[in-house]
């Protein structure tokens, strides 16, 4: 029996512009939504698709939204001016805090226990909490050196990853629209390889560690695994290179999500490389953010896109996997099996009614 997901709700308020980030707390209870035209972060309720807190912070808007792990109180925001905000909540936000981070604006944060780490076009920088609650700037990471390939390209991160390898516990995996994928230990921070890659629009690590699922501008999306650099499969897509579309491992690492700009997410199943189901929330065309959260207690899998079209109009659309219901046979095939059976048996009954009538005639 399959999952097919259906939508269960829709998030409107703030999202004029576009949806700039989505992002599910660590059990799934709360989902935080920001704008591209806004400059506050809605945080609603799963359950019920009650919006419970908003927090406005300068004058530009959030671009990137990360929980804090195994934490469904507390929040990081990275605003388009460089600042990251802390919100932390209950029955309202009860604590906000934050720091200045980056030149730029802050576009991909990931998280792992007391460690932040942030990043802002070329920027990538991490943090540590301390005792008290604030944060401290720890390094920053350079990224790799150029070739005669990119050398005249843009330091753009893409994507930041806490994960693991075959030979190390812990890394931290970046990529870089156009100069590929880069490997950090997460202890000492030394560099440990650099994958040559280009056009990278985004990127997405499986919950095992190794595999890693790229979005390729204007192709697709591909998965490799990092110890051995095989791509494992490629996906193809119908978006339309201009924009960065994004990609995410879900169901284990079992399955593909993507995102696109042909009016549909896509669910692939990896394995066999065949497409599961698409996500088409009309009349929105567009779909530059995504989330997934499995619940474990409630055997629960949700999927949020988020979803826009040409005249700016966005929502956040919230779908739940349900399993399909068997499928009963057609009113009319069970009188074509039921034909198939009992007509034979009528024939050789009147087949032998008639041989026994003649034989008492003659």
């Not at 406005?56 to 469904?72: K, N, V």
């Not at 599961?276 to 959260?293: S, V």
Request: glycine share 8%; aromatic share 10%; proline share 4%.
């Amino acid at each position: 029996m399959s999952l097919r997901y259906e939508e269960v709700a829709r998030l409107q308020r703030g999202l004029r512009g576009g949806v700039s980030a989505v992002a599910f707390s660590s059990d799934g209870t709360y989902i935080a939504t920001a704008g591209m035209e806004d400059r506050t972060v809605y945080i609603w309720r799963v359950e019920d698709s009650k919006l419970l807190h908003t927090y406005t912070g300068s004058d530009c808007p959030f671009l990137s939204l990360e929980w804090m792990p195994d934490r469904s109180d507390t929040i990081f925001c990275g605003s388009s001016d460089g600042h990251i905000s802390v919100l932390r909540f209950g029955s309202d936000i009860t604590a906000v805090s934050g720091f200045w981070a980056h030149d730029y604006p802050i576009e991909r944060l990931a998280a792992k226990e007391d460690q932040l780490v942030s990043g802002a076009h070329r920027e990538v920088s991490v943090w540590q909490q301390l005792n008290r609650g604030g944060w401290s700037h720890v390094v920053n990471l350079d990224g790799p050196s150029t070739d005669s390939k990119n050398a005249e390209e843009e330091f753009i991160v893409m994507g930041i990853h806490w994960t693991k390898t075959r030979a190390y516990k812990s890394v931290v995996v970046l990529t870089y629209m156009h100069h590929g994928i880069v490997i950090y230990d997460s202890t000492t921070w030394s560099l440990l390889q650099v994958i040559p890659f280009s056009d990278i629009g985004a990127s997405s690590m499986s919950p095992l560690g190794s595999t890693i699922a790229l979005s390729i501008m204007g192709a697709g999306f591909d998965l490799y695994d990092l110890d051995s650099g095989v791509c494992l499969a490629s996906f193809a897509d119908e978006s339309d290179g201009q924009r960065t579309v994004p990609v995410l491992l879900v169901h284990g690492g079992r399955a593909l999500l993507g995102g696109g700009t042909a009016g549909r997410a896509t669910l692939w199943n990896v394995h066999n490389k065949r497409i599961h189901q698409r996500f088409t929330p009309e009349p929105y065309d567009t779909i530059l953010a995504i989330a997934a959260h499995y619940n474990y207690g409630l055997d629960q899998f949700l999927v949020a896109t988020g979803a826009s079209d040409t005249e700016g109009n966005s929502a956040v659309v919230i779908w739940m996997a349900r399993p399909d219901a068997p499928r009963k046979p057609r009113r009319q095939c069970r009188w074509v099996l039921i034909s198939c059976f009992v007509f034979p048996v009528l024939v050789c009954i009147a087949a032998a009614v008639f041989i026994t009538v003649m034989e008492d005639v003659l």
